[in-house]
């Protein structure tokens, strides 16, 4: 088969739709493929969260320290299995060096950015579509720790300035707040304005949007080669036949680094895999969406359930499940929810968020295949900063100036 379209996008997470419905709604004729399921990758489980409060990027100032700490520790929240692997060294080094205050303050103030544009728009699709449980509560980054409690308030002081108001609580207010929580909390900080949703609705809320203009999602298919002349990429060629199209979009998130190379290029995109249990709602819920600082693990509660999110774990294309890892999470959120004696988990979810080295995402078009756009690496906030950057990236498709200069973005950084 031989398909012509305006713009083939590979990856249906919610990068992939998010910028298929972007071009839809500007009229164009989109298809995406991808080699699973709508929603199934990164997608479809995630915290579900919409909170430009966390818009900082991985590698932060000051966290060489902790996060050697945290690294040698297979319980902690952020962890790396020791290998001899190229890829991971180098990924180490750029990551280290990222962690400088200059580049902390100007990943931030585009990632707020790409995520309160995201916001509205997840705002303006939960009209049509109520079934992506938009709820705006606000939420509460709690600690029982001195370093928590400054770590929380660091955040607050990195991203007030930029429109995200937040709240400084003593433990008490926490408790009076939130009374599902054990006590005693040491403070913490009230961000009011954040919001959370359910991840995989909203990935097929956009999905309905695509095709109700005419646009198609191909599941079960594979991007396995390109053909590239004078510099442009002619045709796709697919575990279903051969797609030509105008301009092609890879949104393939923790699969970026490999597809890179049938470009021979180099996307430095590892998975953070994390890992989201779902279990039945609690006597006491909490009604809040909790960080809790020290465990980095998140807490949210939803109609008939609660979502326990956490851990990073560095790998390369590893879909395992570490079970000392989850049963980290499960003691973590022990220590601050009264959960029951035995848990029954509903549902065990691993995800590998894309993470590249300066934490930020990669927009734009490749340096030297005129008609290749990448948007991958979103790493912890692809879901908070998906719709936006479908705004983005349409924009760069069609020339056009955006809401956010994509400078930061450049794909050919590394
Ligand atoms: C535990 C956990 C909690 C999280 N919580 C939040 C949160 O609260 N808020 C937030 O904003 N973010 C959160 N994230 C991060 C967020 O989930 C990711 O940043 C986001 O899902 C990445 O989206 P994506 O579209 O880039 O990747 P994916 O959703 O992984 O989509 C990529 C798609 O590309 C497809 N693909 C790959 N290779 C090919 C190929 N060769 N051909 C065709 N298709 C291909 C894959 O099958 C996949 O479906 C969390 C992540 C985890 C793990």
């Given amino acids: 088969m031989l398909k012509h379209v305006d713009v083939l996008i590979v990856g249906a997470g919610i990068i992939g739709v998010s910028v298929g419905a972007e071009l839809s709604r500007r009229g164009a004729k989109v298809c995406i493929i991808d080699k699973g399921l709508l ?33 040698l520790d297979p319980e902690g929240p952020l962890y790396i299995k020791p290998t001899l692997s190229f890829d991971l060294a180098q990924w180490l080094f750029i990551f280290m060096k990222s962690m400088t205050e200059a580049q902390a303050l100007r990943s931030i103030e585009s990632l707020v950015l790409l995520s309160q544009k995201s916001f509205s728009e997840y705002e303006k699709l939960a009209k049509n579509h109520p079934e992506i449980h938009f709820e705006q509560k606000g939420l509460l980054m709690v600690s029982r720790t001195d370093e928590g409690v400054d770590s929380a308030v660091s955040e607050l002081h990195y991203v007030q300035d930029l429109g995200v108001p937040g709240k400084i609580l003593n433990g008490a207010e926490i408790q009076t707040m939130e009374p599902a929580l054990k006590g005693p909390i040491l403070g913490g900080v009230y961000f009011s304005q ?102 980095k693990i998140a807490i949210t509660p939803r109609r008939n359930s609660l979502r326990i999110a956490g851990t990073l774990e560095l790998v390369d294309q590893d879909f395992s499940t570490t079970q000392r890892r989850v049963k980290a999470i499960e003691k973590g959120a022990r220590e601050f929810l009264h959960l029951p004696e035995s848990l029954a988990v509903q549902e065990l979810w691993a995800g590998l968020r894309p993470c590249t080295p300066d934490g930020v995402p990669l927009i734009g078009y490749h340096k030297s295949i005129s008609n290749l756009v990448i948007a991958a690496g979103h790493q912890m906030l692809g879901l908070q900063s998906g719709a936006g950057t479908g705004l983005l990236v349409a924009d760069i498709l069609e020339n056009r100036k955006s809401f956010l200069d994509p400078t930061i973005f450049d794909v050919n950084r590394f």
């Fill in 194 to 295: 954040e919001a959370t949703v359910e991840p995989y609705q909203v990935v097929q809320a956009f999905a309905k949007e695509i095709r109700q203009r005419g646009g198609e999602i191909l599941e079960n298919v594979e991007l396995k080669d390109l053909t590239i002349e004078g510099g442009r990429i002619t045709s796709a060629l697919t575990s279903s036949g051969e797609i030509s199209a105008k301009q092609i979009v890879l949104a393939t998130g923790s699969w970026s680094k490999e597809l890179a190379k049938l470009l021979r290029f180099r996307l430095p995109i590892l998975g953070g895999k994390g890992y989201a249990m779902i279990v039945p709602t609690l006597e006491k819920q909490p009604q809040y969406p909790i960080m809790v600082v020290e465990k």
């Fill in 39 to 71: 929603g199934k990758g990164c997608s479809y489980g995630n915290a579900g969260w919409l909170t430009p409060c966390f818009s900082m990027p991985l590698p932060m100032p000051g966290m060489l320290l902790k996060s050697m700490k945290w690294m």
